[in-house]
T-cell receptor, first 112, second 113 residues
Framework: DAKTTQPNSMESNEEEPVHLPCNHS???????IHWYRQLPSQGPEYVIHGLTSNVNNRMASLAIAEDRKSSTLILHRATLRDAAVYYC?????????????FGKGTKLSVKP | ETGVTQSPTHLIKTRGQQVTLRCSSQSGHNTVSWYQQALGQGPQFIFQYYREEENGRGNFPPRFSGLQFPNYSSELNVNALELDDSALYLC????????????FGEGSRLTVL
């Protein structure tokens, strides 16, 4: 399975935008890019996913590079509740649907 | 709409014992997967059940087994517990085969002494 590389940690100020990068240079043409986050003492929570085009939802935006070898999760205005570990995951639709391969993710700290 | 619920939330066992963890999937979901999350690590895939059959398994030994029931709830059983089995066990449910969203429960924290 293709792997992803994320920074171990990032800091942000409350109400400022946050850009969380992810590198996936070995991504295959059929891999979807998924983002999940895990708040302290909770299970992971789906954030967003995409294949080629940029995607927006109520939680965040996903910007995908033209060559698909990297992507960026964008939180438009960070709140204290956004402090979590963010996981970037590649998912092959032909594989077992529940099989998400999590790395260590990026721990996001948000300062008031 | 009821979310994914897991029980028990916390439990303590000793080495060599057996444990059963339970998961109720979100309403309308027919696929359940289980993950193990050691402290400071990302979750690791154990296996997945779809319509009561195991249809995917990660790198875990056979002493990790599971069941899915007709109402799509699920159990994870671990035999001959080892100290390294201490972890948060997460259940996730989803529907169908499309690469969409998984809904996770809050997990069962297992401590093996």
């Amino acid at each position: 399975d293709a792997k992803t590389t994320q920074p171990n940690s990032m800091e942000s100020n409350e109400e400022e935008p946050v850009h969380l990068p992810c590198n996936h240079s070995t991504i295959s043409g059929t891999d979807y890019i998924h983002w999940y986050r895990q708040l302290p003492s909770q299970g992971p929570e789906y954030v967003i996913h995409g294949l080629t085009s940029n995607v927006n939802n109520r939680m965040a935006s996903l910007a995908i590079a033209e060559d698909r070898k990297s992507s960026t999760l964008i939180l438009h205005r960070a709140t204290l509740r956004d402090a979590a570990v963010y996981y970037c995951i590649l998912r092959d639709p032909g594989g077992s649907q529940g099989n998400l391969i999590f790395g260590k993710g990026t721990k996001l700290s948000v300062k008031p | 709409e009821t979310g994914v619920t897991q029980s028990p939330t916390h439990l303590i066992k000793t080495r060599g014992q057996q444990v059963t963890l339970r998961c109720s999937s979100q309403s309308g979901h027919n696929t359940v997967s289980w993950y193990q999350q050691a402290l400071g690590q990302g979750p690791q895939f154990i296996f997945q059940y779809y319509r009561e059959e195991e249809n995917g398994r990660g790198n875990f030994p056979p002493r990790f087994s599971g069941l899915q029931f007709p109402n799509y709830s699920s159990e994870l059983n671990v035999n001959a517990l080892e100290l390294d089995d201490s972890a948060l066990y997460l259940c996730a449910s989803s529907f169908g085969a499309s690469p969409g969203e998984l809904f996770f429960g809050e997990g069962s924290r297992l401590t093996v002494l």
